[in-house]
C-alpha cells in the first residue's frame, strides 16, 4: 500500500500513478497472473503460464454468471485457490438493483486497500478545491448492516459496510480526510433503516451550526432524506423543544442520540421551525446548515436524473461526485470536482486493476488496453481484479472525455444492458433518461418537478408499449392539487420523440409499439418500492431505483398506487 501521510506526498503520488500508465498497467497483470496461475479458473486456459499475450488470446470475457459456479464453492467452503491465489476474505454483497439479482463478489485486503487510496486521493484533490473542505462536521447519511456469514464462515456485507469497519478506515487517517460527522457510530450501524435516518437527521439539526457539509453515496439518498425530513421535521423539532427522543425509537443508537440532543431547546426548535414552514423548499440545505460549503454525493449514470431536484434544495452549492467504484474495484478520481454534474469525469487509476474496453456502437470488437483508448470514443468496461475475476465484463459503458498526465478520463454514460424492449427495438438506460428529462422540461412551466421514476414493458397486450411510472412533487408543496392531462399527454410524446429511429418506425410506420404511457402515483411511491427492495436484501446505503422494474411483486408496489394514466396521443416523427 502506498503510505499518504501528507498533501504533498500524496499528490505527487498520484502524478506520477497518472504518468506511467502503461509501465502500472502492464505490471498489475503480471501481479494478478503470477499469483493467480494455478488456481483452478486460470489453469482450465493458460495450463500454468502466465504470459500476456496467451491471457489475451486464451482467457474469455465472462458476466457474473460466468464465475458464479466458482465463487459459489468458495462461498460454500471450498479453498480460495479455486479463483484467487490470494486468500478470499470475504464477499461483497451487491444491491441487485441495477442487474435485477444480488451478487456475491469476492474481496480480499487488496480491495479495502485500494479504496484506502482511492479516498485518500479524493479527499487531496477536495483539499486543492474547496478551502477548509474538512472543517466542521459532516452530515453524511451513512448506513452500514452487519455482516452476514456464508456457509464457509466468511462474511458477505455491502462494500461500504466492509470498507468503513476494516483497519484501513478505522486507523491511522491523515488530517486531510473528512472524517468528523454529526452522527454517532451507533446511528450508522442501527439496523432499522427509518430510525437510523431519523437519528442522523435529527442529530444534523441539533448540530447545525458545525455542518459544512452534507453527503450520501448517492444522489438518490440525499433526495429520499429531504423528503424524509418533509415528513417529519415537525416531530424532530418537537423532540429538540422538549430535549425528548421520540418513544419509536428503540434502537441501541437512542441513548447516543439522546447525548446529542441535550436538554430542552425551544429556541433552535423554532429557528428549524420557521425554516421548514417556507411555502417552497427551494435552498432548503442550505437554510438550514447555512455553513455548507459542498455536497458530496454520485450523480452521474442513473443517479443523473436526481440532479434537477438535487439543485432546487441547494440552491448554488457545489455538488461533487467524487469518485467511481464498484463491487468489483476501484476505478477513478474526478479531479475536477467542483464542475458541473454534467460534465463529470472520473480519472483511471492504473494501479486497481488491470482495464480492458470493448468498443461500443463502432461494429468492433477488438478489446483494447487502458493506454489505446481513443478520445470521444464508448466503451465497454472490462476488468482483472485482485480477487479472482479475469476480464470480467462490469457492464458499464464510459465515453473517453480527455487525459489527465497519460492517464484515459472517462464519462459514465450507461450500463450496457437493454432497459426496454417491447418488440425488436432496444432501448436504453441512457436513451430513456435522456427522454425523461427532455420531458421534465415540460413540467416546469406549471412548477412541477419529477420526484423518481421507472418503467415497465408492456406486453401482456398486442402491440405492447412502454409504461413509465413518474411521481411529482410541486416546487412549492408537496400536494399537486390538480393533473394536468394536456401537459401529461405532452410529456408522452416528448419522451417518444427523443427514442431512437428504431423505435419510431415501428411506433409509427408498423404500429408494433403502442403508445407510450405514463403512470402518476401516489406521493411516497417510490419510498415504498425502496423499502420493498430492502426487505429483499437491498441495502440503503446502496440502493438505486431500477430504471426497468422486473419482478411482479415490485410492479405491484407501484400499480397499488396509480393515480392517472396518460399516452401519447401523437406518433413520433421518423
Not at 499528490?11 to 503470477?34: F, G, H, P, R
Not at 486497500?113 to 486521493?121: P, Q, W
Request: hydrophobic share 35%; net charge negative.
Amino acid at each position: 500500500m502506498i503510505n499518504l501521510t501528507e498533501e504533498d506526498a500524496g499528490l505527487a503520488v498520484l502524478e506520477k500513478l497518472t504518468s506511467n500508465v502503461k509501465q502500472i498497467q502492464d505490471a498489475v497483470l503480471e501481479e494478478i497472473l503470477t499469483c493467480d496461475v494455478n488456481t483452478e479458473y486460470l489453469w482450465s486456459f493458460l495450463h500454468g503460464s502466465s504470459d500476456k499475450e496467451l491471457f489475451k488470446k486464451n482467457v474469455p470475457v465472462g458476466t457474473y454468471e460466468d464465475f458464479k459456479p466458482f465463487i459459489e464453492r468458495v462461498v460454500n467452503g471450498e479453498p480460495s485457490e479455486i479463483i484467487s491465489g490470494k486468500p478470499i476474505t470475504g464477499f461483497i454483497q451487491t444491491s441487485g438493483t441495477s442487474g435485477g439479482k444480488q451478487k456475491l463478489i469476492p474481496l480480499n485486503n487488496k480491495y479495502l486497500e485500494n479504496a484506502r487510496l482511492l479516498f485518500d486521493l479524493r479527499y487531496l484533490v477536495l483539499s486543492k478545491h474547496v478551502a477548509g473542505h474538512n472543517e466542521g462536521k459532516g452530515l453524511h447519511l451513512i448506513f452500514l448492516k452487519p455482516p452476514s456469514k456464508t456457509p464457509s464462515g466468511l462474511p458477505a456485507s455491502y462494500a461500504t459496510t466492509h470498507f468503513m469497519k476494516s483497519d484501513y478506515y478505522v486507523k491511522n487517517l491523515p488530517t486531510y480526510w473528512d472524517s468528523s460527522s454529526t452522527s454517532p457510530s451507533e446511528i450508522k450501524c442501527c439496523p432499522d433503516n427509518k430510525q437510523s435516518l431519523y437519528c442522523h437527521l435529527l442529530c444534523g439539526l441539533v448540530l447545525r451550526d458545525e455542518v459544512t457539509r452534507v453527503s450520501a453515496n448517492f444522489a438518490s439518498i440525499l433526495v429520499q432524506g429531504i423528503t424524509f425530513l418533509e415528513n417529519f421535521w415537525k416531530e424532530m423539532c418537537s423532540n429538540i423543544q422538549s430535549g425528548q427522543l421520540s418513544d419509536w425509537i428503540t434502537d441501541s443508537c437512542k441513548d447516543s442520540v439522546s447525548m446529542i440532543l441535550g436538554g430542552p431547546n425551544p429556541q433552535l426548535a423554532d429557528i428549524i421551525e420557521d425554516i421548514c414552514n417556507h411555502k417552497s423548499w427551494k435552498g432548503i440545505i442550505p437554510m438550514l446548515w447555512p455553513k455548507t460549503k459542498f455536497i458530496e454525493c454520485i450523480v452521474t449514470g442513473q443517479m443523473a436524473q436526481h440532479v434537477p431536484l438535487l439543485e432546487f434544495y441547494v440552491n448554488d452549492l457545489p455538488i461533487i461526485s467524487p469518485n467511481y467504484a464498484s463491487s468489483e474495484a476501484m476505478f477513478g478520481v474526478n479531479l475536477n470536482p467542483l464542475c458541473k454534474p454534467q460534465d463529470v469525469s472520473y480519472t483511471f487509476l492504473p494501479n486497481m486493476s488491470y482495464f480492458e474496453f470493448i468498443p461500443v456502437g463502432e461494429g468492433n470488437n477488438t478489446i483494447v488496453d487502458l493506454v489505446n483508448v481513443k478520445l470521444g470514443r464508448y466503451y465497454e468496461l472490462i476488468v482483472t481484479n485482485y480477487a479472482g475475476l479475469h476480464r470480467y465484463r462490469v457492464g458499464d459503458v464510459l465515453q473517453v472525455t480527455g487525459f489527465y498526465n497519460s492517464a484515459p478520463q472517462f464519462k459514465f454514460i450507461r450500463r450496457q444492458n437493454v432497459v426496454l424492449s417491447v418488440y425488436l427495438e432496444a432501448t436504453t438506460e441512457e436513451d430513456l433518461l435522456k427522454g425523461v428529462t427532455c420531458a421534465t422540461q415540460v413540467l416546469k412551466s406549471s412548477d412541477i418537478m419529477l420526484r423518481d421514476f421507472t418503467c415497465y414493458p408492456h406486453v401482456s397486450n398486442i402491440p405492447g408499449h412502454y409504461v413509465l411510472y413518474w411521481e411529482l412533487k410541486g416546487n412549492n408543496d408537496d400536494g399537486i392539487s390538480e393533473l394536468n392531462t394536456n401537459m401529461l399527454v405532452e410529456c408522452c410524446s416528448v419522451v417518444e420523440e427523443s427514442l431512437d429511429a428504431l423505435y419510431k418506425r415501428y411506433r409509427r410506420k408498423e404500429g408494433s409499439i403502442g403508445a407510450l404511457e405514463i403512470r402518476v402515483v401516489q406521493q411516497g411511491t417510490f419510498d415504498a418500492l425502496m423499502e420493498y427492495f430492502i426487505s429483499q436484501g437491498a441495502s440503503l446505503a446502496q440502493y438505486k431505483t431500477p430504471r426497468c422494474i422486473k419482478s411482479y411483486e415490485a410492479l405491484q408496489v407501484l400499480e397499488n398506487r396509480v393515480l392517472a394514466h396518460f399516452f401519447s396521443e401523437e406518433l413520433p416523427q421518423c
